[in-house]
């Protein structure tokens, strides 16, 4: 009899959400890569808008941290607020609407705090989580990284923006893909 096979972290668009965290004004200059981690992060928002992938955004205490910042592109996304670290209790009413969720996709700030809360949070709720880590930073690389392997520990898919968008376009015949060699990797990526 053959062993049961660990999960593939597989995403499809029809059954996954795009969570983005906390990219709040008021953290622009403390959060390294800040610029690397919203310009990822945006990407990933276009991407999923292109495919129809739901997405929900937060604001931790925005009286005190500002708005969420314009070059994440999120104009038109109704903002939760909230001051507890995880996303979802303010996020629950939201996620019992769609029961066809299988994944979450996570980008924002910071990572051991509302990143490594809302993962453990969602893997509760029997959910994949996969973390963006080119879309995710802190105030400090240790605790950055020691909460990225607190999460791989805990069962948290840690990816790229790009191998996520690559599982969820799945094919280089979709209109969106194309080739862009100026980027100097020679890997397709997706027009946005």
Known sequence: MAAARASLGRILPESCILFLCDMQEKLRGKV???PQIVSMAARMLKVA??????VLLTEQYPQGLGPTVPE???QG???MSKTCFSMVPPLQQELDKRP???SVLLCGLETQGCILHTALDLLDRGLQVHVA???????SELNRLVALDRMRQSGVFLSTSEVLILQLVKD???PQ???????GTGFPALEI
């Open 172 to 174: 280089a015949a979709h």
């Open 133 to 139: 880590v080119d879309a995710c930073s802190s105030r």
């Open 100 to 102: 066809q969720l299988r």
């Open 77 to 79: 996304l109704q903002a």
């Open 72 to 74: 994440l592109g999120a």
């Open 49 to 54: 808008r292109l495919l129809d992938v739901p």
């Open 177 to 183: 893909f194309k080739e862009r060699p100026e980027e």
């Open 32 to 34: 390294l890569y800040f």
